[in-house]
């Protein structure tokens, strides 16, 4: 009887342990795993992101705001400056409609190439889709939906360090 008692207690310890066990680094702090340890060891320098929440409401202001965007693409690196999130929440979205493609397909084409070369990052407000009638399925794949643009915007700032302009 004794024997099962001092077997469970050990085996209690040695999970214990287990548990607590990691990788530690030359100051003595403990890390969950490799990964972890590498990552304090060899930080990567992540440059801050921007954010911009964009409503606009006709095809030449879009024009404009990707114009911007466009003229970035000979300056910009974004691994040294960061990377910029477009969140769309206006009456913008229905030109990226797949019905208004013949319409607008500059305007589409040259925002798929901006997102591509990643200059930029587009994302639809689908709380304004749903308002304006625009089904998920009614964009082009390349643009990220996200359920409502205040709060992607505030997950950005606060989770990925974007700053808001």
Not at 101 to 112: G, H, V
Not at 114 to 125: G, P, R, S, V, Y
Not at 132 to 139: E, T
């Amino acid at each position: 009887m004794r024997g099962g008692y001092y077997q469970k207690l050990v085996s209690l310890w040695l999970l214990f342990f287990v548990s607590l066990s990691g990788f530690a680094d030359g100051e003595g702090s403990l890390y969950k795993n490799q990964a972890e340890l590498n990552q304090k060891s060899n930080p990567e320098i992540v440059a801050p992101g921007y954010v911009f929440g964009v409503t606009v409401s006709s095809a030449q202001q879009l024009d404009a705001v990707l114009d911007r965007a466009d003229s970035l693409r000979e300056l910009f690196n974004p691994a040294q400056h960061g990377r910029i999130a477009i969140v769309l929440h206006g009456d913008e979205l229905q030109l990226f409609q797949k019905n208004s493609l013949s319409i607008n397909r500059s305007i589409i084409e040259r925002a798929r190439l901006l997102d591509e070369d990643q200059i930029i990052d587009i994302k639809a407000c689908q709380t304004r889709m749903r308002v304006l009638n625009i089904q998920q399925s009614d964009l082009p794949s390349f643009i990220e939906q996200v359920p409502f643009a205040p709060v992607e915007i505030e997950r950005l700032r606060t989770e990925e360090s974007f700053t808001q302009l």
